[in-house]
């Protein structure tokens, strides 16, 4: 099964994420626990392109495609901001994230725990990240 | 859509959230905790009963706050959180960093 949204990019569109995430991830093999945190990967994701890549501009689009299979759920987030590559990105450590009073940081350290594997690809100014999350047998 | 809620109880200043803290409004919960700091407050108690979501930019208002409430004696708990959000603050480890509780009396006892 295929689900498709596109963002505007404006944080105000992240609670329409939620709604749209919530209604995809219904029949996945995940109890509720896991598609709170999976949602909140995706939607820390999509808020970073959002409010980085895209300065909060409501005329550009993220484009976010759900795949659920029998084995995993795969998240495509596809936008044409400035490349902003999660793997390139260290977890910062949480103390110095309190140190230094950063409110962001956050999402990243969420991302990479909550999701299997992630993927970034940047090819004729299109970037896509997908994350995916296995199903646990 | 947040909704905030500020009482007294037991000397302390009670912020009961209401709803979902993200990105577009995590600004509303960071000025309520500036004003209650503003007001002289020394025990703060989040109550999340009804906090359904919490993203990072929620999360981080928290943590800008815990080393200078740490040098100005100011206590910050939080209590009742639903096990799916409760959940977020232990994947940071932020429940190491704030204590927690199960309800609002088990943060007042201590």
Redesign the interface.
Known sequence: MKYRLNISCQ??A??EL?AFLQQSLGGATLD??EK??VT?AV??VC?NL??HSHGCNPQDIIHLEVIDSDQKLIFEITDQGEAFNILDYEVPD?KK???E???????I??VK??MDEIEFESKNGVNTCRLIKWFRS | MLRLEKTKENRSDILSLFGEVDASNSVILDEAIQELVASGTKSLIIDGKNLEYISSAGLGVFMSYLEDFQDQEISMKICELTPRVFEVFRILGLDQLIPIYPDRAAAFAE
Do not use: D, F
């Open positions: 944080t105000s992240l609670s939620r509720e626990i709170h945190q909140l939607e820390e808020a959002i409010i949480l994230v309190m140190v009073k950063r409110k962001g940081g956050l999402g350290i969420l725990k909550i």
